[in-house]
């Protein structure tokens, strides 16, 4: 059986369509969809309707992420209450779906476990895993930390690799969760890096992301498992190209880019970069905010636009 784990497209259409052919091509069997399907790209639509699609044929699971959340949170509201300019995105995705994607989205699991009937492992699907994302943070795991370690010193991703590693079974924590895990296959999402991690009988898997790369390459990511009888396993990361710049286009010439501009922008640089720029920004929001007093998101107005004057894209916080 081979597996394709597909993670944080981010309403990026076109990645997720390359990444499909890929997968198909590569005989993929089933596939596995980690969430966060929307938010930064105008396309979340659909998106959407790919992955109704793939559980309609019944050949795929799908778990949601944290962006999923924000719409079960927004339905809740009257829409004259979506003052805030920070969440303009989350305000025009959610209204670019149809009703009936987001009851969809809504209604998926937080997580799931699917039993792969070759070697008889469980593998486990949750979006966000506190085992890597974790407080204290394990710098090699957040994508912050990536931008500004490759910035100093460029590495391959087979040394990634090693020293993510290394940094997982360093931390005392982490060691002690892995021993309380059964033994199984692990995979999870959202912080836009792409690794795989053996250990103790386990496998840990994060695709990386397939519309939103953070690793340093602007090409769509996901991962490929291949489980066989008796036990043997494979891992294949893949990327994947896209048209970049026919993306920025479509982007920039959206309703999503003529309502949250700010956010267009970023996202931009992000898409020819593969670098993370949304989370550096959020974090200045968050210290904007805080010397006027908001220890909390979101920030009103008046902090958010002098928040935006005095954002430098490329300052990044030393190590």
Same mark, same amino acid.
């Given at each position: 059986?081979?597996?394709?784990?597909?993670?944080?497209?981010?309403?990026?259409?076109? @990645?997720? +369509? %390359?990444? &499909?052919?890929?997968?198909? $091509?590569?005989?993929?069997?089933?596939? !596995?969809?980690? #969430?966060? /399907?929307?938010?930064?790209?105008?396309?979340?639509?659909?998106?959407?309707?790919?992955?109704?699609?793939?559980?309609?044929?019944?050949?795929?699971?799908?778990?949601?992420?944290?962006?999923?959340?924000?719409?079960?949170?927004?339905?809740?509201?009257?829409?004259?209450?979506?003052?805030?300019?920070?969440?303009?995105?989350?305000?025009?995705?959610?209204?670019?779906?149809?009703?009936?994607?987001?009851?969809?989205?809504?209604?998926?699991?937080?997580?799931?476990?699917?039993?792969?009937?070759?070697?008889?492992?469980?593998?486990?699907?949750?979006?966000?895993?506190?085992?890597?994302?974790?407080?204290?943070?394990?710098?090699?795991?957040?994508?912050?930390?990536?931008?500004?370690?490759?910035?100093?010193?460029?590495?391959?991703?087979?040394?990634?690799?090693?020293? @993510?590693? +290394? %940094?997982? &079974?360093?931390?005392?924590? $982490?060691?002690?969760?892995?021993?309380? !895990?059964?033994? #199984?296959? /692990?995979?999870?999402?959202?912080?836009?890096?792409?690794?795989?991690?053996?250990?103790?009988?386990?496998?840990?898997?994060?695709?990386?992301?397939?519309?939103?790369?953070?690793?340093?390459?602007?090409?769509?990511?996901?991962?490929?498992?291949?489980?066989?009888?008796?036990?043997?396993?494979?891992?294949?990361?893949?990327?994947?190209?896209?048209?970049?710049?026919?993306?920025?286009?479509?982007?920039?010439?959206?309703?999503?880019?003529?309502?949250?501009?700010?956010?267009?922008?970023?996202?931009?640089?992000?898409?020819?970069?593969?670098?993370?720029?949304?989370?550096?920004?959020?974090?200045?929001?968050?210290?904007?905010?805080?010397?006027?007093?908001?220890?909390?998101?979101?920030?009103?107005?008046?902090?958010?636009?002098?928040?935006?004057?005095?954002?430098?894209?490329?300052?990044?916080?030393?190590?």
């Amino acid at each position: 059986m081979i597996y394709a784990i597909i993670s944080d497209i981010h309403g990026n259409y076109p @990645a997720l +369509e %390359a990444v &499909l052919a890929d997968a198909e $091509a590569q005989g993929a069997d089933k596939y !596995l969809f980690l #969430g966060d /399907y929307y938010r930064n790209y105008p396309w979340g639509n659909e998106v959407a309707e790919t992955l109704r699609m793939f559980h309609a044929n019944k050949n795929a699971a799908i778990i949601r992420g944290n962006n999923e959340n924000y719409l079960i949170g927004l339905s809740g509201q009257g829409q004259g209450a979506w003052e805030y300019e920070q969440f303009k995105l989350v305000y025009y995705c959610y209204r670019s779906f149809s009703p009936e994607n987001i009851e969809f989205l809504k209604s998926l699991p937080e997580t799931a476990t699917v039993c792969d009937m070759g070697d008889g492992c469980d593998i486990h699907l949750i979006h966000n895993s506190t085992l890597f994302i974790r407080s204290p943070r394990i710098v090699c795991f957040s994508s912050i930390a990536f931008r500004r370690m490759a910035m100093t010193a460029p590495f391959t991703h087979e040394e990634y690799l090693t020293r @993510a590693r +290394e %940094a997982l &079974l360093s931390s005392p924590d $982490a060691l002690r969760e892995i021993g309380e !895990l059964p033994e #199984g296959i /692990y995979l999870h999402g959202h912080n836009h890096l792409q690794y795989h991690i053996e250990f103790g009988g386990s496998l840990f898997i994060n695709p990386g992301s397939c519309g939103d790369p953070c690793d340093g390459s602007p090409t769509a990511a996901y991962t490929l498992l291949e489980c066989r009888p008796g036990g043997s396993r494979t891992v294949t990361e893949r990327r994947v190209t896209f048209d970049l710049e026919a993306t920025a286009s479509g982007l920039r010439g959206s309703a999503l880019a003529t309502e949250a501009p700010v956010w267009a922008g970023i996202i931009e640089k992000q898409l020819m970069s593969g670098y993370d720029y949304f989370g550096p920004f959020v974090m200045h929001i968050g210290e904007v905010g805080r010397k006027h007093g908001q220890e909390h998101m979101p920030v009103t107005n008046d902090v958010w636009e002098e928040a935006v004057a005095t954002w430098d894209p490329e300052y990044l916080k030393p190590l």
